[in-house]
């Protein structure tokens, strides 16, 4: 165990559904990331949040929604999604940014979308 | 934009082989980390380096980041079963926010 939980560990929505994803660390860090992992692309980073606010968004489409309420909970809301959308989708968290750095990430074990 | 190339995508040794992953980056970096995400797993917090030239050993596991800081390459001597799986490198750049860039992984299988 990373100190990094994800709920659900699976998941599968039609197209037209609303769902979130959860992820909450215990390890008292300050910079929680949402990565994007697929047989196309092996590893996208989708946002960063450091301090609570957002620091990344990779061009990621709207029909993903993060939202990070405190340093210990990050979310991903998701809506009208399409089936290229099917990943596994990576949680991680690191003590915050420092300077032009990140310091080591601790991933959580992952959401499987499936998208019909 | 910048990128981080990773190279070989896809290596098979026997178990005993030495192994090498390497990556390149078209920019200098800060500092980089390794990764290793085991089949049906998540990535594994292996080793930064930080300065240039350096070189940590971990185990049968080598490091090193280039003198201009933007290579790097993780080395693993006599390969066991248990080291199979994709290594990623992150990369970290500056700018005015500071950026995250990673290759695509060199996935490892062993044949014992």
């Known amino acids: 165990e990373t100190g990094v939980t994800q709920t659900p560990r699976h998941l599968v929505m039609g197209m037209t559904n609303k769902k979130s994803l959860k992820c909450e660390q215990h390890?008292?860090?300050?910079?929680m990331y949402w990565y994007k992992q697929s047989a196309k692309k092996p590893l996208e980073l989708m946002f960063v949040?450091?301090?609570?606010?957002?620091?990344e968004n990779n061009s990621v489409p709207s029909r993903f929604s993060p939202e990070c309420p405190n340093s210990s909970h990050l979310f991903l809301h998701l809506h009208t999604l399409q089936p290229e959308d099917s990943a596994l989708y990576l949680c991680?968290?690191?003590?915050?940014?420092?300077?032009?750095?990140?310091?080591?990430?601790?991933f959580g074990p992952g959401t499987r979308l499936t998208v019909l | 934009g910048q990128q981080v190339m990773q190279i070989p995508q896809y290596q098979h040794v026997q178990e005993g082989e030495d192994f090498t992953t390497y990556c390149n980056s078209s920019t200098t970096l800060s500092n980089i980390q390794w990764y290793k995400q085991r089949p049906g797993g998540h990535p594994v917090f292996l080793i930064q380096l930080v300065k240039s030239g350096e070189v940590k050993k971990q185990k049968r596991l080598t490091f090193q980041f280039g003198e201009a800081k933007k290579n790097s390459s993780l080395h693993i001597t006599a390969t066991q079963t248990t080291d199979v799986g994709t290594y990623f490198c992150?990369?970290?750049?500056?700018?005015?926010?500071?950026?995250?860039?990673f290759g695509k992984g060199t996935k490892l299988s062993v044949k014992p």
């Open positions: 949040y450091n301090f609570k606010e957002q620091t």
């Open positions: 992150f990369g970290f750049y500056g700018g005015s926010q500071g950026n995250l860039i």
């Open positions: 991680a968290s690191s003590l915050a940014r420092a300077g032009l750095s990140y310091n080591e990430q601790f």
């Open positions: 390890l008292g860090h300050n910079a």
